[in-house]
């Protein structure tokens, strides 16, 4: 597998988006892989340096069977499995000890008072510390200006400069 790893869920395609401009980012230094949850491996091979997870908030965390259910009936959403996305991915994944690891997630536009209620990037970075990887950098947060997206004005560009930022890491780490 390549060094970086990026593994998203996403479910009106922002998430996806944001995943994609991150690789381009990170395709600047490395070789990178870009998967959504459903593909990613149960075990994240040895020879991945950079691992990049991340998706939406829904109803202020990861999505859940419910929620994914909820954006089918509310918003028309088409997902074939409501059971399975990056919450039950990262509850079964083995990841080798230490490796290093980034978060993002995706957002609404909302006052700040509203957005520091959203969760989704903490859980993800709980469940990867729980797997034993090691939190390389801040997490990320993009933002939707609707529930189905488009993501607002700039954002693919801030995700491409992020992982440009996660490969100069996984540079850095090398010349040590
Ligand atoms: C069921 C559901 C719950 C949501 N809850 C939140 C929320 O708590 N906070 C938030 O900022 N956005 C929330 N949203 C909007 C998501 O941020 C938006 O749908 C998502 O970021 C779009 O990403 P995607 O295109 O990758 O699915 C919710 C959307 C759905 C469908």
Redesign the pocket.
Known sequence: MSPALVVY????????KIALAIAEGLATRLPVDVVSAREAPSQVPSDVRMLVVG??????SMPKPA?RQ??IE??G?EIPDTTFGLHEWLDRAQVPAGMSAAVFD???D?PKL??T??RASKTEEKLLRGLGATIAAAAEHFV?TG???PLADGEEDRARRWGQALAQIVAAGTRR
Do not use: L, Q, Y
């Open positions: 869920e996403s479910v009106f395609g922002d998430a996806k998706g939406p908030n829904h109803a202020f929620t909820g954006a509310d918003h959403a995706i957002r609404m909302h509203v957005t209620m959203d939707v529930t189905k997206g």
